[in-house]
């Protein structure tokens, strides 16, 4: 009898678990879409810095800044270790003419 029941029990968990959702691979798409969202925000960051380098106008010291600041309103997911970096960019920015 009590073999029956551990067969019962395996067979039902097996069962269970192989009709449950792949949650595996809903966190590695999430991943993929927070990683794509980082790399789009870093780029845009790239870009203003670039622009604000080659021509330190007012209006691409603001683009830097916002594009900064929105970086690091990202959350630790894009900014691992940069936070004290992109403050310091935010802060050292004087955009008023």
Do not use: H
């Amino acid at each position: 009898m009590k073999k029956i029941i551990l067969s019962v029990v395996v067979l039902g968990t097996i069962a269970f678990t192989s009709c449950s959702s792949d949650d595996g691979a809903d966190f590695l798409q999430q991943q993929l879409a927070q990683e794509a969202v980082c790399d789009s925000l870093w780029d845009n960051q790239g870009n203003a810095a670039s622009a604000y380098f080659s021509d330190n106008s007012t209006a691409n010291c603001t683009s830097y800044k916002e594009a900064t600041q929105a970086l690091l309103n990202s959350g630790a997911a894009c900014v691992d270790g940069s936070e004290e970096y992109l403050q310091l960019t935010i802060d050292g920015l004087n955009c008023a003419n």
